[in-house]
């Protein structure tokens, strides 16, 4: 920047050139209103200077408050149980229904357990169903009936915090209360130990994700579900360390050594369907079906979905003839 000196006898203005090696050149400027709009340039390019520096701050200010409201509300917004629609008073009312309450250290859990449709000579295989973050499970014993007919047992599972269910819903409570629904199901009779299939849709694949880490099971369904939550961070404009519930789905299938069917709707505008297709890439043991639909509308009562189900269970080795 130059620096300026009146010389009196003159009448110039002296401006000291920042460039020069040995400081001994100088420009003189002998205009007295050249002089002065030098110096007001000078004065407004400090001024903005000033003002950048503030501006930046209040951003970085604004942003930073907005990153931590984030990390508190991050699980009202994963978890938007207050928003979910009270069920019928008939909903999931199934021949059979079984209602099971599970201890957690976050309260009881509810479950319901579905009993094949027609009792079975043996120990038969069973599914633990989770459903979405916007749903419950009255919302889907009519749907998951035709696992009953297949001969399978059906154990839905309650998030904690959700419907009638206690404590508050994370990562690590629903992984507990999965966990205890699991133990609980394997000592049933009539349940065949090494014929456990666990079935997730949009969240619940993060759900049985962690259970399939805690828990040997034969076989997983992913439904319409996502890489990991670290994939939605960009979404909200943080950083992916603030997730707090990471349900990392891909990491699991990567070393799952069981057969995985992924389904997922091509038209998907909540998990498109970049995420189905990378968790089928990253499997080693996988099969995928692609439906014309997206998120809340790919339905098992779509097309041939339970014809397709059930292939992939007979090839699974999972489903056998009597």
Known sequence: MLKNYKVPLLNSYVFTNPKSKDNLTYDVCTNRSRALQI?????????????IVKTVLWVLLLYSAYVGIIFLMQRQIMFPRGMIPAPLPDAGKV???EQIWLDTHSGKVEAWYLPPATPLQRPGPAVI???????????????????????IGVLLVEYPGYGRSGGSPSQRSITEAFVAAYDRLKQRPEIDPDRIILF??????????????????TALILMSTFINV???AKNF??????????FD????????????????????????????????????????LSYDCRHND?????????QDVETFLREAGILKDS
Not at 200 to 217: D, F, I, Y
Not at 239 to 246: A, E, I, L, S
Request: contains cysteine; proline residues 10%; positive net charge.
């Open 237 to 246: 404009l943080v950083p992916p360390f603030f997730v707090r519930d990471p």
């Open 95 to 97: 021949p059979g229904r």
């Open 249 to 288: 789905n891909l990491a699991v299938v990567k070393t799952y050594p069981k057969p995985i069917l992924f389904i997922h709707g091509k038209q998907d505008d909540v998990i498109p369907y970049r995420h189905g297709l990378t968790l089928y890439q990253a499997a080693p043991n996988a099969k995928l």
């Open 298 to 306: 790919c339905l098992p009562g779509l097309g041939t979905f339970w």
């Open 230 to 232: 670290h994939a939605f």
């Open 200 to 217: 997730g849709r949009s969240l619940g694949g993060g759900a049985v994700c962690t259970l399939a880490k805690a828990r040997p099971s």
């Open 39 to 51: 110096q007001t340039l000078l004065k407004q390019k400090g001024v903005t200077k000033v003002a």
């Open 129 to 151: 169903f989770a459903h979405g973050n916007g749903e419950l499970i009255d919302f889907w014993p009519d749907e998951l009936v035709p696992f009953c007919r297949m001969g």
